[in-house]
């Protein structure tokens, strides 16, 4: 990095394998209890039957400091993560919610501090005069608790997101971790993947969250706030390696993939979401333009989904039978509350359940 005043941080790039990524980079303090906390929630599932996916979701930063002051920062509120992990805990999947801290999260997303802020929905009972000047005069009288009760213009809505996500608890059947830079996402999805290797076929990852392609590796990072004063700022980041790949190739090799590809020109969106099927040879890629991803996916996907043998032998034989399936919601239904997500949920419970029927050897 150099700026002005931080001339002499200048160096050049090199390309991260992911081996050379994990060999350099720190991974994060918590990381060994993290792990703890999900096999744990993964054997508990295995034991009870059921599929696990995890989700990952919300943006994930690039520090520019050690002593971080500025970041870079990729889009995502989280809303397609949230939605999506809803949708899976209601078909019955157990549910790793790897999310960017303070993004949205399953159930509460209804009523974020943004959509149906929390105290809207409460009222303070009247209380007659001397005892609310007890109130405000000593917390410590006798006079009696202050009466808070719920008012919702859509009680039958609250009550359905309420009802759902007090099963789920009671269940048991979510488990949530929080990321916050790029190198803390790809600490934990690499950690997650290995303990969900254990389920095979029965594992999927639903990679929703939007990962920078770029990083400044820990070395070239400026120790204290960049300073300002002498001109323009220039920044040289490295390439954040190919993860997809590592996932297919060592980490996950019989789990179910599902990858998204955003992109903001929508005449790109169908060759680098067949690029990247190509280059991974994992399941789906979910291609998604940035202004009309609530209304329109992609589905690009071999007509069938590859095997282990097919990822490690076959990938350029496979090229041709890739296919393009469109998922769309009318704009009006969406307005009155129809989620692509339920649509996209259905149609990947369907191709997890042939791929994990599927007789190939596993
Ligand atoms: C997505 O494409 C997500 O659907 C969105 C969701 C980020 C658009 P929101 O939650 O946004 O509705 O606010 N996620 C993947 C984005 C990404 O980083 N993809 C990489 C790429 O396109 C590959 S993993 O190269």
């Known amino acids: 990095m150099s700026s002005g005043s931080n001339p002499e941080s200048s160096s050049s790039s090199q390309l991260f394998s992911a081996e050379s990524y994990f060999a350099t980079q720190p991974s994060p303090p918590a990381l060994d209890a993290d792990v703890t906390g999900v096999r744990t929630f993964i054997a508990r599932q295995a034991k009870a039957g059921r599929r696990v996916v995890l989700v990952t979701s919300g943006g994930t930063t690039v520090p520019l400091e050690l002593n971080v002051v500025r970041f870079l920062d990729n889009f995502s509120?989280?809303?397609?993560?949230?939605?999506?992990?809803?949708?899976?805990?209601?078909?019955?999947?157990?549910?790793?919610?790897?999310?960017?801290?303070?993004?949205?999260?399953?159930?509460?997303?209804?009523?974020?501090?943004?959509?149906?802020?929390f105290l809207d929905f409460l009222e303070l009972e009247q209380i007659a005069e001397p005892q609310a000047a007890s109130?405000?005069?000593?917390?410590?009288?006798?006079?009696?608790?202050?009466?808070?009760?719920?008012?919702?213009?859509?009680?039958?809505?609250?009550?359905?997101?309420?009802?759902?996500?007090?099963?789920?608890?009671?269940?048991?059947?979510?488990?949530?971790m929080t990321f916050?830079?790029?190198?803390?996402?790809?600490?934990?999805?690499?950690?997650?993947?290995?303990?969900?290797?254990?389920l095979g076929r029965n594992a999927m990852y639903y990679l929703a969250a939007a990962v920078s392609d770029f990083f400044l590796?820990?070395?070239?990072?400026?120790?204290?706030k960049i300073q300002s004063g002498k001109g323009s700022l220039i920044i040289e980041m490295d390439q954040v390696p190919k993860i997809l790949k590592s996932m297919v190739d060592e980490w996950t090799p019989e789990g179910f993939i599902v990858s998204f590809?955003?992109?903001?020109?929508?005449?790109?969106?169908?060759?680098?979401?067949?690029?990247?099927?190509?280059?991974?040879?994992?399941?789906?890629?979910?291609?998604?333009?940035?202004?009309?991803?609530?209304?329109?996916?992609?589905f690009v996907a071999?007509?069938?989904?590859?095997?282990?043998?097919h990822n490690r032998d076959c990938l350029?034989?496979?090229?041709?039978?890739?296919?393009?399936?469109?998922?769309?919601?009318?704009?009006?239904?969406?307005?009155?509350?129809?989620?692509?997500?339920?649509?996209?949920?259905?149609e990947l419970v369907r191709r997890h359940s042939l791929w994990t029927r599927s007789q190939i050897r596993v």
């Open 217 to 224: 590796p820990r070395e070239k990072m400026s120790e204290h």
């Open 135 to 176: 109130l405000t005069l000593s917390s410590q009288t006798s006079s009696p608790e202050p009466i808070i009760t719920v008012r919702s213009s859509d009680p039958k809505h609250l009550h359905t997101v309420l009802s759902a996500y007090k099963a789920v608890h009671r269940a048991g059947t979510l488990h949530t």
């Open 180 to 198: 916050v830079t790029v190198n803390e996402y790809l600490w934990l999805l690499r950690a997650v993947s290995k303990e969900l290797n254990v």
């Open 316 to 346: 350029e034989d496979a090229s041709s039978q890739i296919e393009e399936t469109w998922l769309r919601i009318d704009e009006q239904i969406a307005g009155a509350g129809k989620e692509i997500e339920e649509d996209i949920i259905y």
């Open 261 to 298: 590809k955003l992109e903001t020109d929508s005449s790109l969106l169908v060759p680098k979401a067949r690029a990247a099927l190509e280059r991974y040879g994992h399941q789906v890629v979910i291609g998604n333009e940035l202004h009309r991803r609530k209304f329109e996916v992609v």
């Open 77 to 117: 509120a989280g809303t397609r993560g949230a939605t999506s992990a809803e949708y899976f805990l209601s078909a019955g999947y157990a549910v790793i919610f790897l999310h960017r801290q303070h993004s949205l999260q399953p159930y509460s997303r209804h009523y974020s501090h943004s959509t149906n802020p």
């Open 302 to 309: 071999r007509s069938a989904p590859p095997s282990p043998e």
